[in-house]
């Protein structure tokens, strides 16, 4: 009997180690980073956050179709990374800011380079037809720039490198959609 249990135990032990690989489990392994990564985790996500909710926004507001898909591609490329940078945090033993950090308690974040406060929140959600693509668009350039310049400072004093190639993801694939949504406002 002690061997089946025994046995049993290597295997959920086997399984959870399999099941932590989803989530970047090499950061727990590693141990090689730093306040500055633990820090860029815990102020991207609710960042990632509100930029999510933004391109929710446009799926019900009948957008023109450059501006659904660009909306459609800022969801698809930062919801995994939210999920990427929750792992590390789980991985390194810190606290996950909650889903509500960015929805519908905007305030709390207002230093943060880029986010929108929650009077900007309900103007975005008030508005409609080329209103609503403009303020978007303008806001999200907003957005984008804060995220930039966090993940600037990523580059500076971070060390664990997933969070390093994230960082230089982010400002490489930012700063294009920056350039498209000026394009886009005839800037």
């Known amino acids: 009997m002690k061997k089946y249990l025994a046995a049993v ?10 099941a932590c690989g989803s989530a970047d489990s090499s950061a727990s392994r590693s141990g090689d980073h730093n ?3 633990v820090m860029f985790a815990v102020m991207m996500i609710p960042h990632h956050q509100q930029a999510v909710e933004m391109a929710e926004m446009v799926e019900d507001r009948g957008a023109g179709t450059e501006l659904a ?18 792992g590390w945090l789980k991985a390194w033993d810190e606290n996950v800011p909650s889903s509500g950090s960015a929805m519908g308690d905007h305030a709390g974040h207002a230093g943060m380079g880029g986010m929108m406060t929650d009077e900007q929140m309900g103007q975005l959600d008030a508005a409609a ?18 995220a930039i310049d966090m993940a600037k400072a ?34």
């Open 35 to 37: 306040q500055q990564d």
């Open 129 to 146: 037809g080329p209103a609503f693509e403009q303020l978007w668009l303008e806001m999200m350039i907003e957005h984008h720039e804060g």
């Open 154 to 187: 990523q580059k500076s004093g971070g060390q664990y490198p997933a969070a390093l190639s994230m960082a230089d993801d982010i400002i490489g694939g930012q700063e294009k959609e920056i350039a498209q949504m000026k394009k886009m406002l005839g800037q």
């Open 9 to 18: 135990a290597a295997l959920i032990a086997l399984l959870a180690t399999a």
């Open 69 to 86: 898909q660009l909306a459609k591609n800022i969801k698809t490329a930062q919801q995994p990374e939210i999920d990427k940078m929750t």
